[in-house]
């Protein structure tokens, strides 16, 4: 039962337009939501965050929006960059603390120069 | 450089082999886990330790056992290994700080079972 869904395997941008990642969930539960970026042959690395108390945050380039009535958060990139180009999971979890984080199975972001 | 260092980077092993993935951390965080990645999968926790001397299981722990050696490190051994154990296995370590839940992972190891 997958509780973290992002549809969209794969996705392709213009560099200098705007991505916008999106993820589902199903867990009411869930209270805290995080973006991470992973490249090849590495970690992933923490990209932004979002509490369910509020409903966007942003981060230079990065916005994270989510809508709790439709159990649903996304990430945009605003202007695009060739470095931008990663895989993209998005994750869940509550209880602040809690230490069990749900990974969604990811977006791949190319971006065109 | 600080981080989260694993030992080896690839390993190829043959089914009922053995062998235990290195996961070690130098930022003095009390948390680690073990976190194997899939195609069309995500990541999925296989192993966690809250604090030194204590290990829990997460969502797929069945194949594997892991110790927490001292705070810096924790191991995970398959005993008998099995081709769908072949995977991307990465070790986390968290710190309990408000931004991202501090969470900083390792650079993985490619496990292929034949």
């Known amino acids: 039962d997958q509780q973290v869904k992002q549809n969209s395997p794969s996705l392709s941008v213009q560099e200098g337009r705007i991505s916008i990642l999106n993820c589902d969930y199903t867990n009411s539960m869930f209270d805290y939501f995080l973006w991470y970026k992973k490249y090849p042959a590495e970690g992933p690395t923490f990209l932004i965050s979002i509490s369910s108390i509020k409903d966007k945050n942003e981060d230079g380039r990065f916005t994270v929006f989510l809508n709790k009535s439709a159990k649903h958060l996304s990430l945009h990139i605003v202007p695009s960059q060739p470095g931008d180009s990663a895989v993209y999971f998005c994750?869940?979890?509550?209880?602040?603390?809690?230490?069990?984080?749900?990974f969604g199975t990811g977006t791949r972001l190319t971006i065109i120069p | 450089n600080a981080g989260v260092t694993q030992t080896p980077k690839f390993q190829v092993l043959k089914t009922g082999q053995s062998m235990t993935l290195q996961c070690a951390q130098d930022?003095?965080?009390?948390?680690m886990y073990w976190y194997r990645q899939d195609p069309g999968m995500g990541l999925r926790l296989i192993y966690y330790?809250?604090?030194?001397?204590?290990?829990d299981k997460g969502e797929v722990p069945n194949g594997y056992n892991v110790s927490r050696l001292n705070k810096r490190e924790f191991s995970l051994r398959l005993e008998s290994a099995a081709p769908s154990q072949t995977s991307v296995y990465f070790c986390?370590?968290?710190?309990?700080?408000?931004?991202?839940?501090?969470?900083?992972f390792g650079s993985g190891t490619r496990l292929t079972v034949v």
């Open positions: 994750a869940a979890t509550f209880n602040f603390g809690n230490e069990k984080l749900t």
């Open positions: 330790s809250a604090s030194e001397g204590t290990t």
């Open positions: 986390a370590s968290r710190a309990y700080t408000g931004t991202g839940l501090g969470y900083t």
């Open positions: 930022m003095n965080h009390n948390s």
